[in-house]
């Protein structure tokens, strides 16, 4: 039993099939066996969505299995309700039901395909495959009428002259239609909003829905799936546009839907879902320094990581101490740095918390060009680009002058490459773009309150607070360089004060002198700045 459309639900679409069925059962006197009723309701034979995600891909496995029993039948009220596929694939299918030994019978006419009578009359078949030809040319007259008129809706949109209903893709689960208008379903946009406010923050997508759960809210009505988070975030209909394929042709409509998000707070989404300006932690206790790629060894310029060890030997806080929380050269175990040890991570936490914590030291590190670096990839990529177009325009010109003879396979091949190469530079100035939007939007006012509420919650390792902090750290700097034993290196054995040197997006650079507990010595400006592309930093 199949409908394409869930609506023909409503009629007597599913009571005139079961009929058929029924009364064919009855006059041939075998038992209909209801528990094997296949059913596709809503699923279209023509794309055979039936086959890949219903019930007829579901009897065709077992088929192929040898589950269904020789001799047993298959009704159905015509062939068009078994297929609606291109002639070829349509007639495979019935094939191979025929070839289990199960006898398909369209009730609508009362004929039988078995591999009995289809070898006493071959044409049968012929007649099958007639039917099948004019099933698929009818789905195939219909699709391409129905994308006709959704194409001429979609471009009237955009024109401005069509302001009507498109039904096709899939609308915002948060969204549902009232008398012909869009509204917004409360819980389903709490949920949505609360997603995007973790996933901002660095939560992950299966802690997003833990913590949705936690508040008994739901993206959809289907249960929580981590994948919904992935999904979520690229949606397009959040700043209120709808995308629709048809074909090779893609259409955005703005103003489709009531947006949730401005254009800047999706920039700033897509930001962080290109992973630059999101950096998912781990662990119950968020490293806030490393797991960035931002933070490295003075010593041999190689990344540095956090580990936590021992976290159940915690103190009367609950804090895992901060001899258990260490920082390490990633080269040093295999022989790659010269200055041996690792070092406990708690002092720099608290030097970098406070001297972030005082407007005049951020003053000091804003006060370079921060959009320098994201104005510079943006030129660089928009170059590459237009050189790009000028290859794939002088290859197309001698793919056409060489047509007469034929096109080189070479020729081909090497358009597709161009036409990759210009769909990933296309992506990347985009992304530039959002970088420096995002860098244009930093506003110093207020930051300095921002890593002051931080620094209670980053010492008593408050996730949140941490997570938070991870996200001030990277929008900040560039590059973190780690001494973990000062600059000029202390001997073994003794203890003396750690060296950090903060390079903030822009170029702009500061040494900071710590002492074993975490206090601030001294600070001082880098008369030569680190750059982002040096290997080995120095002071």
């Given at each position: 039993m199949r409908f394409s459309d869930p609506r023909q639900a409503t009629g007597h679409s599913s009571e005139r099939q079961?009929?058929?069925?029924?009364?064919?059962?009855?006059?041939?006197?075998?038992?209909?066996?209801?528990?094997?009723?296949?059913?596709?309701?809503?699923?279209?034979?023509?794309?055979?969505?039936?086959?890949?995600?219903?019930?007829?891909?579901?009897?065709?496995?077992?088929?192929?299995?040898?589950?269904?029993?020789?001799?047993s039948v298959l009704v159905v009220e015509g062939l068009d309700r078994l297929s609606r596929a291109e002639p070829i694939q349509a007639q495979a299918q019935l094939a191979q039901i025929v070839n289990a030994g199960i006898t398909v019978v369209t009730a609508s006419d009362g004929k039988e395909y078995s591999r009995e009578r289809l070898k006493a009359n071959p044409m049968d078949l012929v007649y099958s495959l007639l039917v099948m030809?004019?099933?698929?040319?009818?789905?195939?007259?219909?699709?391409?009428?129905?994308?006709?008129?959704?194409?001429?809706?979609?471009?009237?949109?955009?024109?401005?002259?069509?302001?009507?209903?498109?039904r096709n893709g899939k609308d915002p689960v948060w969204l549902h239609q009232v008398d012909g208008k869009w509204e917004e379903i409360p819980d389903r946009v709490a949920a949505v909003r609360e997603g995007l406010r973790l996933y901002l923050m660095g939560y992950g997508a299966t802690k997003i829905i833990e913590r949705l759960t936690e508040q008994k809210l739901s993206l959809t009505g289907r249960g929580p799936q981590a994948l919904q988070i992935y999904r979520l975030v690229k949606q397009r209909a959040l700043i209120g546009e709808k995308e629709l394929t048809l074909g090779s042709e893609s259409y955005q409509l703005p103003g489709y839907y009531p947006a949730l998000l401005t254009t800047a707070e999706w920039d700033g989404l897509q930001l962080a879902n290109s992973g630059r300006g999101r950096r998912k932690a781990k662990g119950p206790v968020p490293h806030i320094l490393t797991g960035l790629g931002i933070t490295v060894c003075g010593y041999c310029g190689r990344a540095m990581v956090g580990q936590n060890i021992g976290t159940r030997n915690r103190d009367a806080q609950g804090r895992i101490q901060d001899g258990h929380r260490r920082l390490q050269c990633t080269s040093y175990s295999h022989g790659g740095c010269q200055v041996s040890g690792s070092v406990s991570v708690a002092p720099f936490e608290r030097a970098l918390m406070t001297y972030c914590s005082d407007i005049v030291n951020l003053q000091a590190l804003y006060g370079a060009d921060r959009s320098a670096g994201p104005l510079a990839s943006l030129t660089h990529a928009r170059q590459q680009l237009v050189d790009v177009a000028n290859k794939l325009e002088r290859l197309t010109d001698a793919m056409l002058a060489s047509s007469e003879d034929g096109v080189p396979l070479t020729f081909a091949k090497r358009a597709r490459e161009l036409e990759a190469e210009q769909q990933r530079l296309m992506a990347t100035v985009q992304a530039a773009e959002r970088d420096l939007t995002a860098t244009a939007r930093t506003d110093i006012k207020g930051t300095d309150d921002a890593w002051k509420r931080l620094v209670d919650g980053v010492e008593s390792q408050d996730y949140d607070a941490r997570l938070q902090t991870r996200?001030?750290?990277a929008d900040t700097f560039e590059r973190i360089v780690i001494y973990h034993r000062g600059v000029r290196p202390t001997p073994d054995g003794e203890k003396g004060p750690v060296d950090m040197i903060l390079l903030a997006?822009?170029?702009?650079?500061?040494?900071?002198?710590?002492?074993?507990?975490?206090k601030l010595i001294m600070s001082e400006s880098l008369a030569e700045s680190v750059t982002p592309n040096d290997k080995r930093p120095t002071a």
């Amino acid at each position: 039993m199949r409908f394409s459309d869930p609506r023909q639900a409503t009629g007597h679409s599913s009571e005139r099939q079961l009929a058929y069925a029924a009364k064919w059962a009855t006059e041939h006197g075998l038992l209909l066996d209801e528990s094997l009723s296949m059913r596709d309701e809503g699923l279209s034979a023509y794309h055979q969505r039936h086959v890949k995600s219903g019930a007829l891909g579901v009897f065709l496995g077992a088929v192929e299995q040898g589950r269904i029993p020789v001799g047993s039948v298959l009704v159905v009220e015509g062939l068009d309700r078994l297929s609606r596929a291109e002639p070829i694939q349509a007639q495979a299918q019935l094939a191979q039901i025929v070839n289990a030994g199960i006898t398909v019978v369209t009730a609508s006419d009362g004929k039988e395909y078995s591999r009995e009578r289809l070898k006493a009359n071959p044409m049968d078949l012929v007649y099958s495959l007639l039917v099948m030809i004019r099933a698929h040319e009818e789905s195939d007259t219909k699709s391409k009428r129905v994308l006709a008129s959704i194409r001429r809706q979609c471009e009237g949109w955009i024109a401005g002259t069509y302001r009507g209903l498109i039904r096709n893709g899939k609308d915002p689960v948060w969204l549902h239609q009232v008398d012909g208008k869009w509204e917004e379903i409360p819980d389903r946009v709490a949920a949505v909003r609360e997603g995007l406010r973790l996933y901002l923050m660095g939560y992950g997508a299966t802690k997003i829905i833990e913590r949705l759960t936690e508040q008994k809210l739901s993206l959809t009505g289907r249960g929580p799936q981590a994948l919904q988070i992935y999904r979520l975030v690229k949606q397009r209909a959040l700043i209120g546009e709808k995308e629709l394929t048809l074909g090779s042709e893609s259409y955005q409509l703005p103003g489709y839907y009531p947006a949730l998000l401005t254009t800047a707070e999706w920039d700033g989404l897509q930001l962080a879902n290109s992973g630059r300006g999101r950096r998912k932690a781990k662990g119950p206790v968020p490293h806030i320094l490393t797991g960035l790629g931002i933070t490295v060894c003075g010593y041999c310029g190689r990344a540095m990581v956090g580990q936590n060890i021992g976290t159940r030997n915690r103190d009367a806080q609950g804090r895992i101490q901060d001899g258990h929380r260490r920082l390490q050269c990633t080269s040093y175990s295999h022989g790659g740095c010269q200055v041996s040890g690792s070092v406990s991570v708690a002092p720099f936490e608290r030097a970098l918390m406070t001297y972030c914590s005082d407007i005049v030291n951020l003053q000091a590190l804003y006060g370079a060009d921060r959009s320098a670096g994201p104005l510079a990839s943006l030129t660089h990529a928009r170059q590459q680009l237009v050189d790009v177009a000028n290859k794939l325009e002088r290859l197309t010109d001698a793919m056409l002058a060489s047509s007469e003879d034929g096109v080189p396979l070479t020729f081909a091949k090497r358009a597709r490459e161009l036409e990759a190469e210009q769909q990933r530079l296309m992506a990347t100035v985009q992304a530039a773009e959002r970088d420096l939007t995002a860098t244009a939007r930093t506003d110093i006012k207020g930051t300095d309150d921002a890593w002051k509420r931080l620094v209670d919650g980053v010492e008593s390792q408050d996730y949140d607070a941490r997570l938070q902090t991870r996200q001030l750290v990277a929008d900040t700097f560039e590059r973190i360089v780690i001494y973990h034993r000062g600059v000029r290196p202390t001997p073994d054995g003794e203890k003396g004060p750690v060296d950090m040197i903060l390079l903030a997006k822009g170029g702009t650079a500061r040494l900071l002198r710590v002492d074993r507990k975490g206090k601030l010595i001294m600070s001082e400006s880098l008369a030569e700045s680190v750059t982002p592309n040096d290997k080995r930093p120095t002071a």
